[in-house]
């Protein structure tokens, strides 16, 4: 058997599927999604076996992008889960045939309780569609497994159906970045739109602050202690001054100079760069990266430039943010 051979002819009847499926596009499209987007209630996605798990991304497809769905199990819907379906509702019933028995047996259920039914079927004249307010008609001509039993073809064009609805639906919603960062503030895109400076800056006893009439003893202890490799030097007041870090204590050894004879005014990088709270700690690492010479922290000041924080590049890598 020549392999590369198979994968190839899998993807072309694959995409013939799709190609056949693009000239079926009809009215009954823009009513689904217009349906979806004026419906008070929730989406409902339901199937059974192959078109079960692709009921459950099509479902995640839509919660993730703006669109208020659950996916319903069949088998389970008829041990009690039918109690989500409300009349507001609109169930998307997922069958090739459209003639499974486990999906047949909740759809009068749900039409008595008066939801919606939107079909993704290959079969316009089954059960289901007849069930159905909407029938979204996915020709199938053949499946792409060699005995045509296997759901391939078939999973393939409901679940760009499902995508279609989901992204037209966004377009409508005006759906944005910041909306799809909200919804995944885990990924690495969530983290860029929603961190800010203040959600992962050191602060309080974790926060290297000394007086501008420390000893430089007591600024060594506070740059080890805090792990920081560098203190803001801030007035009776609270507000920045400057900043000593671990470079500029070596350049004053290097000098010769009598490091412990010093003042920490002698020391420190006077009006140091600072950042605010709010900032998003994406802005923070451009910040840091783009100068000149890079640098690997900042002070974090509020409104009267009163030091509340350290940041950290280390901090911000952390996040997963490069």
Do not use: W
Request: aromatic share 4%; charged share 25%.
């Amino acid at each position: 058997m020549n392999i590369i051979k198979e994968v190839l002819k899998v993807i072309e009847i694959e995409k013939k599927t799709i190609e056949d499926l693009s000239r079926h596009i009809g009215k009954e499209y823009k009513k689904t999604v217009e349906m979806i987007f004026k419906c008070k209630g929730k989406v409902i996605v339901t199937g059974i076996g192959k078109s079960g798990l692709i009921a459950q991304k099509i479902a995640s497809t839509f919660v993730s992008t703006g669109t208020l769905a659950v996916y319903m199990h069949t088998a389970d819907a008829m041990h009690g889960d039918l109690g989500i379906v409300e009349k507001k509702d609109i169930v998307i019933a997922i069958g090739k045939s459209g003639e499974s028995n486990e999906l047949l047996a909740i759809l009068p259920v749900i039409k008595k309780i008066g939801a919606k039914v939107i079909s993704i079927t290959a079969n316009s004249s089954s059960t289901l569609s007849k069930y159905s307010d909407v029938i979204l008609y996915t020709k199938i001509e053949k499946e792409a497994c060699p005995l045509d039993l296997a759901p391939t073809c078939s999973t393939t064009a409901a679940l760009v159906v499902g995508d279609a609805l989901a992204v037209a639906l966004m377009k409508m919603r005006h759906f944005k970045k910041k909306d799809f960062a909200l919804y995944h503030p885990g990924g690495k895109l969530g983290k860029r739109l929603l961190l800010t400076v203040g959600d992962i800056m050191r602060s309080g006893e974790r926060n290297p602050v000394i007086k501008i009439n420390d000893t430089v003893k007591n600024m060594l202890f506070t740059i080890t202690e805090k792990m920081s490799g560098a203190v803001s030097v801030v007035d009776k007041n609270g507000k920045l001054k400057g900043l000593v870090a671990d470079y500029d204590i070596r350049k004053t050894i290097e000098r010769g100079e009598n490091l412990f004879k010093k003042k920490i005014s002698e020391i420190m990088k006077p009006d140091p760069l600072y950042i605010f709270p709010n900032i998003k700690a994406s802005k923070a690492l451009e910040i840091m990266e783009n100068r000149d010479k890079p640098i690997s922290l900042l002070p974090v000041v509020d409104k009267n430039k009163k030091v509340i924080g350290m940041l950290h590049i280390h901090d911000i890598l952390a996040k997963g943010l490069q």
